[in-house]
């Protein structure tokens, strides 16, 4: 009897390693923009119409951040959006 074979998948582990690692590369990315605009992030949060604390909290988890937010901070410094995301 041929029984149906399950097929085969990548641990759950690589898979949460990489997105990891891709958070953890666009919150440093959004971070280095932060320092190039120059501008305080108290004066940035107005722009974004968000709070300091939720600005730091979207750096720790960035997948979290709302594309209006992404684009303010991209207007700001010159760069296109997809600058900030990797």
Do not use: H
């Not at 209006?68 to 959006?81: F, N, P, S, T």
């Amino acid at each position: 009897k041929g029984g149906w074979l399950m097929p085969r998948v990548k641990p759950l582990g690589n898979t949460q390693n990489a997105a990891k690692r891709r958070d953890d590369m666009m919150g440093g990315e959004v971070e280095k923009w932060i320092r190039v605009s120059g501008i305080p992030k108290q004066e940035l949060c107005k722009y974004m119409k968000i709070g300091l604390t939720t600005l730091n909290e979207r750096i720790r988890n960035p997948g979290e951040f709302r594309i209006q937010e992404l684009r303010a901070l991209a207007d700001l410094v010159g760069i296109e959006v997809s600058q900030l995301v990797n």
